[in-house]
Structures are given as structure tokens and as C-alpha cells.
């Protein structure tokens, strides 16, 4: 379903001056102005309904965003900062043209100290790709939202972006330890620190991620790095119920687990993997994907403690990954869920609803009561470690948006 932007376009006028006085500054080859070419760039993986920019700036320094930003601020018009399109809040979307800023053409990990656990890296880079950079040298950077194959860092900064292992590792903001920044006016920032420890002064780093450019734009990140678990462990806990998936979480968490990943899956969910190929028990209303991480002993001890937990909660059947394929597979089912639930129905909105984890249960229950009574088709999952779930709302006809 889309949602209607409520802002008017900027004006004809104006979009055309600052055509004219981008490719004058920055050169028709970082500038489109083409509707067809610009409508690329007027929305992601949100539901927000975009009103299409009227030029796109394809930023290849530092420099080039600063200079865009300079134009744009003396002329009054909007600057939608945006990475790779994958966002699912609407960050990306401009809601009255403008300029869209596009950051993926910044895209060097410019270093890697292995022995400072540093990693040094431009807006554009791809999630993925960081992983692969740093995990060849021994070491690990753990926030994986969902998309992390294909988003960028500056787009991860801007949401302060998180997934399934931030019950154990945190998000985006615990691993960002300086920014390199230009506000709207054009000037450039060093913020933070490289060093292990900073805590003078106020921490306009922590601001600044999750702002969503609306304070200053990034041109260059200074990361956090931990060093490579030795081994990672995946089970998959099968429960009648998701209250008893929610008694595992509790008693894991209880029992002073941390492992790096809880994701609970309720009925509706599951018969949507299902649906992917992925067998599981036809008795199954309710999944926990489990994952420990450590050296070899510590990951061992672990996984035998929370599938032990597991299985005291009432699981029907707690099964092991027996190998990294099998885990990749189970994995890339649970990051499909979202894709896949999108063509259930013709329309849907997916809410992120944070409850205390004891509470995970009732708040299931309670959205299935909802959807019943308003005729509405509801389907849950999420990251059942830190309360996280992700609320589906799906229908297949237009009249019934209001229901």
C-alpha cells in the first residue's frame, strides 16, 4: 500500500535553476535530469509514495556532495540523501522532487588495521562487501540487516540499521566510532575518534547515526571491528506455540545465554517458508532460529545449553545445521520471509512493534485477534532476542485499506 506524500513539488522554476547550476558546478555526467532516468531514484523498499526528484546527483567525492549541498542551500530546494534503494522506512524517498544525492559511487574501503580493529570505509560501500574485506583478515563486523548483501553503509549510518545477531552484538551506532560529514551548508566535519576509548565532549557520532542525513550527510566512516568467531553453530527449535517459542527465549536469556541470534516465527510465517521448500514438522505453529557463535569449546557448551533450554520450554524437535550449507540455506529462508510475504497479497504494511521479550506472546496473540475481527490476514517474525517483531498486514482488496 502506498502512502501519500503530503508535501507540494517544489516548483518548475526552481527544479530547472538547479539543474542548470548542478551541471555547470559538478558536469552533465554526475547530474541526470531525464524524468525516465531520475524515476530510478524515487523510491526503495518502503510503501512511501515518492514524488519522483527532478535531478539526481551521482556523487563520486567528497567534494561533489559538498558542492550539491552549497547549491541546494542557496537555492532553498530539498536534498534526499540515498545508498542503495533497499531501505524499508522511506529514508530514500523524496516527498517533493528535488535532488536525490546518490552516495554509491563512494565506494573504497580505504583501510582495514587489524590491529587496532579498525575499519575505514566511504558511504557506498556494500555491507557485504565490508564482511568479505574484513573476515579475510581474521575479523568481524557484526550488524547484518536483512538486505546486507546489497545496502550500503552510508544507508545502515543514516537508519542506524540492525538484524538478528544485535541481541548479542548491538547495532549499527555501538560499531561507528567517527564520521567525516558535510552539513547543508556545505562545510565538512570530523567527528569521533579512532582510538578504543573517547569520552570527552559531547558524542555528535552517536547523533549524527540513525538521523537520516537530516543533520549532515556522511562522506567517510571509521568502524568498530571484532575479531572472527572461531566457529558458528545454527538450531532450529520447533514449538505447537509461539508461547512456547517465547518461554524458550526467556529461559535462554534467563539462564545467562547470550547467543548471537533468536528469531522467532509464528504459524502464518512458517507456512510461508514452507511455501519456499524448506520441510518442517506439519505439527510446528511456532519456529525459533537459534545461532551461537565463540571459540570451538565455547560454541559447543552453548549450543548444547540452548537447545537444552529449548527443549525444557517444550520444543517438539530442536534440529542442528550440519554444515555452513545447511545453515546458508535455513538463513536465506528467513531473509526471503519479507519478499515472500509481499506476494501473499495484493497490499501490505509491515510494522516494527518492540515489546518486552516476556510479552512476545501476547502480543502475537493479540495482533491475530485484531486481524480476525477486521477480516485481515496477519503474519509475524522477528528478532524474538531484543522484542523486535515484525507486524504483517496483508489484503487483497483496495476498499478494505481503511479496515
Request: with cysteine; charged share 20%.
Amino acid at each position: 500500500m502506498l502512502v501519500r506524500a503530503p508535501f507540494p513539488r517544489i516548483s518548475a522554476n526552481l527544479a530547472e535553476r538547479a539543474c542548470i547550476r548542478l551541471e555547470r558546478a559538478l558536469g552533465p555526467s554526475k547530474v541526470l535530469t531525464a524524468p525516465s532516468r531520475c524515476a530510478a531514484y524515487a523510491s526503495d523498499e518502503s510503501e512511501q509514495e515518492a514524488a519522483p526528484p527532478d535531478a539526481v546527483v551521482l556523487a563520486a567525492c567528497a567534494q561533489d556532495i559538498a558542492t550539491t549541498l552549497e547549491v541546494a542551500n542557496a537555492l532553498g530546494v530539498p536534498v534526499t540523501p540515498r545508498g542503495a534503494g533497499t531501505g524499508k522506512s522511506g529514508g530514500g524517498v523524496p516527498v517533493c522532487g528535488g535532488i536525490a544525492l546518490c552516495t554509491l559511487g563512494m565506494n573504497s574501503i580505504v583501510e582495514i588495521d587489524r590491529d587496532e580493529f579498525i575499519a575505514v570505509v566511504e558511504p557506498g560501500v556494500i555491507l557485504g562487501d565490508l564482511y568479505a574485506a574484513v573476515e579475510a583478515e581474521g575479523l568481524f563486523y557484526p550488524p547484518d540487516p536483512n538486505s546486507w548483501a546489497l545496502c550500503a553503509l552510508g544507508g545502515n549510518i543514516a537508519e542506524n540499521a540492525a538484524g538478528p545477531r544485535a541481541f548479542k552484538y548491538g547495532v549499527t551506532r555501538d560499531y561507528v566510532l567517527g564520521l567525516d560529514v558535510i552539513s547543508a551548508a556545505g562545510s565538512r566535519l570530523q567527528l569521533g575518534r579512532r582510538t578504543a576509548k573517547g569520552v570527552t565532549g559531547y558524542d555528535l557520532t552517536a547523533l549524527m547515526v540513525g538521523s537520516e542525513g537530516t543533520l549532515a550527510l556522511t562522506v567517510g566512516a571509521t568502524l568498530r571491528l571484532r575479531r572472527k568467531p572461531q566457529q558458528v553453530a545454527t538450531l532450529l527449535g520447533l514449538f505447537a506455540t509461539v508461547a512456547g517459542a517465547a518461554r524458550a527465549v526467556s529461559a535462554i536469556v534467563a539462564a545467562g545465554l547470550v547467543p548471537r541470534c533468536l528469531e522467532l516465527i509464528d504459524r502464518a510465517a512458517l507456512q510461508a517458508m514452507r511455501r519456499q521448500g524448506v520441510a518442517l514438522d506439519g505439527r510446528a505453529g511456532a519456529l525459533l532460529l537459534m545461532e551461537v557463535d565463540g571459540d570451538v569449546a565455547a560454541c559447543e557448551r552453548q549450543l548444547e545449553e540452548v537447545g537444552a533450554r529449548a527443549v525444557d520450554a517444550g520444543a517438539l524437535e530442536v534440529l542442528v545445521a550440519q554444515d555452513a550449507a545447511q545453515r546458508e540455506r535455513l538463513w536465506a529462508a528467513r531473509r526471503q520471509l519479507s519478499h515472500v510475504t509481499a506476494k501473499l497479497a495484493r497490499y501490505k504494511i509491515s510494522e516494527d512493534v518492540v515489546v518486552p521479550r516476556t510479552r512476545m506472546a501476547d502480543l502475537v496473540d493479540e495482533v491475530m485477534r485484531i486481524g480476525e475481527r477486521n477480516e485481515v490476514h496477519m503474519l509475524n517474525y522477528g528478532h524474538a532476542g531484543d522484542g523486535n517483531l515484525h507486524v504483517n498486514l496483508l489484503w487483497d482488496e483496495p476498499a478494505d485499506a481503511a479496515r
